[in-house]
């Protein structure tokens, strides 16, 4: 069993960063061997997928993340980071981790509000 618990969000004005940390924690916590990803929910839209990094650290963005994002690990704190730059209101939401592949019995912690106004 893993659990996954983020931090790092906020209220940010637009063109503002923020950095997001996921820890992972629990009998199955290493996540060395496991893409992990970032994925996030706005209020009335369906949860997604915005970056993913693989074992070998190889990363994958969704189009609004794509130039502004960037996806972190670190294996030995079985952590993973999401750094968040040139936020606009339209990446206001609740972010979560989770390692892939996501099925119907993934694990998933509270998430971290991100709420970017002026």
């Known amino acids: 069993q893993v659990q996954f618990v983020e931090s790092g969000g906020g209220l940010v004005q637009p063109g503002g960063s923020l950095r997001l940390s996921c820890a992972a924690s629990?009998?199955?916590?290493?996540?060395?061997?496991?893409?992990m990803a970032w994925y996030r929910r706005a209020p009335g839209k369906q949860r997604e997928l915005v970056a993913h990094i693989s074992p070998h650290e190889s990363t994958w963005y969704g189009t609004s993340a794509k130039g502004r994002f960037t996806i972190s690990r670190d294996n030995a704190k079985n952590a993973v980071y999401l750094q968040m730059t040139n936020l606009k209101p339209e990446d206001t939401a609740l972010y979560l981790c989770?390692?892939?592949?996501?099925?119907?019995?993934?694990?998933w912690g509270q998430g971290t509000q991100v709420t970017v106004s002026s």
């Open positions: 989770t390692q892939l592949p996501v099925t119907s019995s993934t694990s």
């Open positions: 629990g009998s199955a916590s290493n996540i060395s061997m496991y893409s």
